[in-house]
């Protein structure tokens, strides 16, 4: 197996190649994949969450032999989220998985970040309307919605290790 990834502000490349450091396996930017990745090679694909799908995700079930494909997004995982990222996404016969990735405000242009502060409007507002009673983390993730940050960590990506050592 071998990962192909595409990412545009870092987090899903920082996830691919650590998935790759500790499985032994070969990572590669989609973008010139196509050509150095064999035929019938299983690949375990990885992209940015975009309003809900995966990018590049059906450029590779057109160009690989995806097995198991992963959106890396800003939200916290959860059932929910990998439920939603089910129902949109396709690639017939691969597994799904969903990481928390993180959100680089300063790296994307001001269309993209408008999108991105639309989508979180009714939370941050939730979460501004708490006051003193948020928690650490409502603290944290709200820091984060405004300004960005990253929640990349090596230890989230142990459900997939497992299935790869299960496959
Ligand atoms: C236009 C736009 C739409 C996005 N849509 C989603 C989304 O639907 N769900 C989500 O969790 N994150 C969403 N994000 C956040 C990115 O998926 C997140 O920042 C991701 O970690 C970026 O990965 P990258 O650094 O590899 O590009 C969106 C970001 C942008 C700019």
Request: proline share 5%; aromatic share 8%; with cysteine.
């Amino acid at each position: 197996m071998v990962i192909v990834y595409r990412s545009d502000t870092g987090f899903t490349k920082a996830y691919a190649e650590m998935l790759g450091e500790g499985e032994h396996l070969e990572v590669f930017p989609l973008p010139g994949a196509v050509g150095k990745v064999g035929a019938g090679e299983p690949v375990f694909y990885m992209g940015p969450l975009m309003a809900g799908r995966i990018t590049g995700l059906n450029q590779a079930v057109r160009s690989f032999n995806v097995m198991g494909a992963c959106g890396v997004g800003m939200s916290p995982a959860s059932p929910q989220v990998l439920e939603a990222l089910s129902r949109v996404n396709a690639a017939p016969g691969a597994s799904l998985f969903y990481l928390q990735g993180g959100w680089a405000p300063k790296k994307v242009g001001w269309l993209r970040r408008r999108m991105v502060a639309m989508a979180t409007k009714s939370i941050r507002e939730e979460l501004l309307a708490k006051g003193g009673c948020r928690t650490p983390e409502e603290d944290r993730y709200l820091d984060f919605l405004l300004h960005g940050g990253s929640f990349v960590a090596r230890e989230n990506l142990e459900r997939i290790r497992q299935w790869m050592a299960g496959r």
